[in-house]
């Protein structure tokens, strides 16, 4: 009986990961096809993945997606973590409703944020482009900074922060030399969260995107609407892999950053 | 003996909750000075207000006659010792201790003199380029101390500095501490709820009971004629008598015990022995008395000839000097 309960939970699991996995496996495998039509495997090929790196218009996408994706981490970055020290200031009851709002963004449905952000650039007569691209990334993107930095402030206690104080050095001093030192695997997970969100995004980016500011998610779909090519799987097993490994390098420092301060505090 | 720190009517509330009721109390200079009490009767907190961290609700700290409630602590002419130490862990040990000279800005030639000093005093010459965390507990506790001492403060202040040691380690540090202290003749403010601790380091106990100072004076005065009750049954073991509305405290050393039919001018209650624990150099022998819910505490040493067995009938007596008489 045991056994074949086992047996049941572990063909579940498997099968659960099979029901994740497969559509991108798939999406993956007929990158590497050599055949235009993707339902038939004619054999393997890279030559998709170099039409890519000719091709003008998706090498422009790329630039695009970087640019705003450096940009605006950058700024969500150093804004996440201002607010994450400023909300450790605060007394009890201000922090809770001030983290509260700053977490909302996070799970209002995408579609509304893209939606209320089209609505105030237009009302402020803004032209739509990279501009307001960047400004939007860096508004989705910051509350995660902000949860990862309170994460590892709160964390690290005030004990720390103290001692430095009881040393003789100033508030600036001790933010200098104590503070942001030991956050900076915190900030630096915190700035590859953004950027992996700021790549992938298409919801709100859609919406707030300018003619000339097409990003990588946004080319892929302008493509799609005219079937799906190989160099479309192509581009999208790129942009997985990136996102794999940014997400991953993110987790490492993130984990890094706990673990140091469970075996000294 | 000069005045170093003086608490002006010194009050703690957070809400709406006395933490310190209002009090003043002079710590002299060079002297060792031990908060002692049960956690949570507000040692840390009165520990907290004179390093700054914590500002009292009213009344007012002095150092050397100035007040210092506008002071901020990276002002504050004094130095803590962290119960977990607060170590810098991106730092190494002499990163660690030179971080107070660094933020003086005290000039390079000075920093480096008075590091070699310090790391010979606390005897970490050769583990100055490890990290803390690659150190032990009473490591970690050097480094500490280190780091506080190098900066020559006018006064150490000490939040449980042994309280994550194990005993053998404690014991020794202790003495390491008492001897620190005589020979820098910094003043030592000292916070510990182990009353052994106490009693070993200081010059001055203050016993601390709800935020309240209930006795201040030497170890001896303070097991020898405890003020109040609350004294007399948290420092050491005693026995309370309560008699026409006093209570009448005897410790259990100055207990004797007789047998029922000799010395009865010497008796002055009867009881059957309930328990007896043998501790090595002494019986902690507990008498039942007879008419009375209590039970008695004596120590019987080794040779008095008398082997108490439980359930034997017996008399106790003490010197009327040996008891101290308290207020209800």
Sequence with gaps: ?265 | MKKIIHLDSIEKRFADTVVVPSFSLSIEEGEFLTLLGPSGCGKTTLLRMIAGFEQPTTGEIFLDEKPLSHVPPYQRDMNMVFQQYALFPHMTVEQNILFGLKMKKVNAAEQQKRLEEVLQYVQLTELRKRTPKQLSGGQQQRVAIARAIINNPRVLLLDEPLGALDYQLRKSLQLELKNLQKNLGITFIYVTHDQEEAMAMSDRIAVMNKGRIEQIASPAEIYNSPQTLFVATFIGENNIFQENGTNAAVRPEKIKLYPVDSDKDKHKKLGTIADAVFLGNLRKVFIRLEGQDMTVMAHQYAGDGLDWQVGDQVAIGWAQTDEVILPC
């Design chain 1, 1 to 265: 009986m045991k056994t074949l309960r086992g047996n049941a939970l572990s063909g579940y699991s498997w099968l659960m990961l099979v029901f994740l996995y497969l559509p991108i496996l798939i999406l993956v495998l007929y990158s590497f096809n050599d055949s235009r039509i993707n339902a038939t495997w004619t054999g393997f090929t890279w030559k998709w993945y170099v039409s890519l790196f000719e091709n003008r218009q998706v090498m422009q996408a790329l630039m695009n997606s970087l640019t705003i994706g450096v940009i605006s981490s950058v700024i969500a970055t150093v804004l996440g973590t201002a607010a994450a020290l400023a909300v450790k200031h605060y007394s009890l009851r201000w922090s809770n409703i001030f983290n509260g709002l700053m977490y909302l963004p996070i799970v209002i449905p995408e579609i509304m944020m893209g939606l209320a952000m089209l609505v105030l650039f237009s009302q402020m007569q803004m032209e739509l482009g990279k501009v307001t691209l960047i400004l939007a990334h860096v508004t989705f993107s910051m509350p995660f900074v902000m949860v990862i930095i309170s994460g590892r402030l709160a964390d690290m206690g005030k004990d720390l922060e103290e001692a430095s104080q009881d040393l003789g050095a100033t508030p600036w001093e001790t933010l200098r030399y104590v503070t942001l030192p030991l956050i900076m695997p915190g900030i630096i997970a915190g700035f590859l969260m953004a950027f992996t969100l700021s790549l992938d995004d298409f919801i709100i980016s859609f919406f707030v995107a300018g003619p000339n500011s097409t990003t990588l998610p946004l080319y892929i779909y302008g493509l799609v609407k005219r079937g799906v090519s190989p160099e479309v799987n192509a581009l999208s097993t790129l942009l997985i892999v990136s996102t794999v490994l940014l997400v991953v390098v993110a987790e490492i420092f993130r984990r890094k950053d706990s673990k140091n301060n469970q075996s000294i505090l």
